[in-house]
């Protein structure tokens, strides 16, 4: 019947899609993803600071500490944080665990409140508040 | 036959590769988390003394290649997902590739020169 194929709905307003919170943790698994990769220069170049001379690694030292590195770190951390709880949801599926709906949408929920968690534990770490 | 030049290949092989170069790095990142966690990679001569050992060594470049390798399928998909115009995409996928290469070597010169 094309004349129903017509009638379907086009809903892909990016600002009105409400995803469930398993789409939610998916489509940042590849936003943080993306945000690692286009910071790998950054952090090659923090590692290769940091493993060379002393001087060099007190040119880590004044990088990592400005504040707008900082922030762009605390960032990447999140980030990668994100990327390996949401990666190892994504293995444990893959071997069936986990995939009945009530497991996962718990599943997603847990890897966003650990790697926030464990962002804001390390973050504070990174800022220098203990 | 209607051929894709950019087109999918049908990935298992990406999948498989995918998941292995995750476990690699996961597995590479908690050792390295237990070594900075225990304060033995404290200073910056404990942080070369590490990354100069000859197994961490070797499992910080097979995290290099297993992290250029999973960052390559990732953004592909991304170009593959998003990016329409044959020429634009085939264009994205070439500069991803060449900046992934490069960073490898550059990543490498880095742990291998200690």
Redesign the interface.
């Known amino acids: 019947m094309p004349e129903m194929t017509k009638q379907r709905p086009k809903f892909l307003n990016l600002a009105e899609i409400r995803l469930p919170l398993a789409g939610f943790a998916s489509i940042l698994h590849r936003v943080s993803g993306a945000g690692l990769f286009l910071m790998l220069p950054l952090l090659i170049w923090l590692l290769e600071l940091s493993l060379g001379t002393p001087e060099n690694f007190a040119q880590f030292k004044a990088v990592a500490g400005h504040p707008l590195v900082k922030l762009i770190l605390l960032g990447l951390l999140w980030a990668f944080l994100h990327h390996f709880c949401m990666g190892i949801r994504i293995l444990l599926i893959d071997v069936h665990v986990g995939v009945e709906k009530e497991q996962a949408a718990a599943s997603a929920k847990a890897v966003m409140v650990v790697s926030l968690a464990l962002t804001l534990v390390l973050g504070l770490k990174l800022l220098g508040v203990y | 036959m209607n051929r894709i030049v950019v087109g999918a290949h049908y990935g298992l092989k990406d999948w498989l590769a995918q998941?292995i170069t995750?476990?690699i790095m996961?597995v590479f990142?908690v050792i390295v988390a237990a070594a900075v966690l225990s304060g033995a990679a404290a200073s910056?001569e404990g942080?070369?003394a590490f990354?100069g050992n000859g197994l961490i060594r070797f499992l910080a470049f097979l995290f290099v290649v297993s992290l250029c390798y999973h960052?390559w399928i990732?953004?592909r998909d991304?170009w593959m997902d998003y990016v329409k115009p044959t020429a634009v995409r085939v264009t994205l996928h070439v500069l991803t590739l060449l900046v992934l290469v490069g960073?490898a070597g550059?990543?490498t010169q880095?742990?291998w020169r200690?």
Do not use: P
Request: glycine fraction near 6%; avoid cysteine.
């Open positions: 998941r995750a476990i996961a990142t910056h942080w070369r990354v960052a990732g953004v991304i960073y550059w990543a880095v742990l200690l």
